[in-house]
């Protein structure tokens, strides 16, 4: 997918986020990007939306469920929530939706920070091979893949889409 495209999809997720704030009278909503990729489209949505709090990052390594078996990169950095979570409403981006257990580790380091009023789940590509029942309230694109077929967003500039394969 083009630069072009991602730029498209990224526009009509704002438009629609847009649209579903002013209806559920939301009008100081918080953007948090799930590292890496999350945040380069945190980043992008953010400005769309021209909000004027700040952006938060999540680095969500030390909540992921299978941390004791892969290790921890050399490289963590820490998680920035320059804002108060509690009773807040916050839109959650990431890049990818694939097993929903990115998302499940980032609302419990959330929660950790405090009680939410609300979370927004926004993904800019929402694939199949769900293990836990997640659901994105706002999508760029859907699609489904073979198993062993992933798909990678690359960034931050120019962002691009790529399906790649698992090597054995």
Not at 16 to 38: A, F, P, S
Not at 85 to 98: A, C, K, Q
Not at 105 to 128: C, H, K, M, Q, W
Not at 132 to 139: E, L
Request: aromatic share 6%; net charge neutral; proline share 6%.
């Amino acid at each position: 997918m083009t630069t072009n495209q991602i730029d498209m999809l990224l526009e009509s997720m704002a438009n629609y986020l847009n649209n579903k704030l002013k209806i559920q009278k939301r009008d100081d909503v918080l953007i948090v990007g799930i590292h890496t990729g999350g945040v380069w489209v945190a980043e992008r949505l953010h400005a769309l939306l021209k909000l004027q709090q700040p952006l938060g990052q999540l680095n969500i390594a030390f909540y992921r469920d299978d941390y004791s078996r892969i290790g921890l990169h050399p490289h963590v950095k820490p998680s920035t929530l320059p804002f108060e979570v509690e009773n807040r409403h916050l839109i959650l981006v990431d890049d990818v939706l694939h097993t929903g257990r990115t998302i499940r580790a980032a609302l419990n380091e959330i929660f950790d920070y405090g009680r939410p009023a609300s979370v927004t789940l926004a993904v800019l590509v929402e694939r199949n091979g769900r293990e836990i029942p997640i659901q994105p309230d706002v999508i760029g694109y859907s699609l489904c893949l073979e198993p062993g077929k992933h798909i990678k967003l690359n960034g931050p500039e120019p962002l691009s889409l790529e399906i790649r394969t698992h090597s054995a």
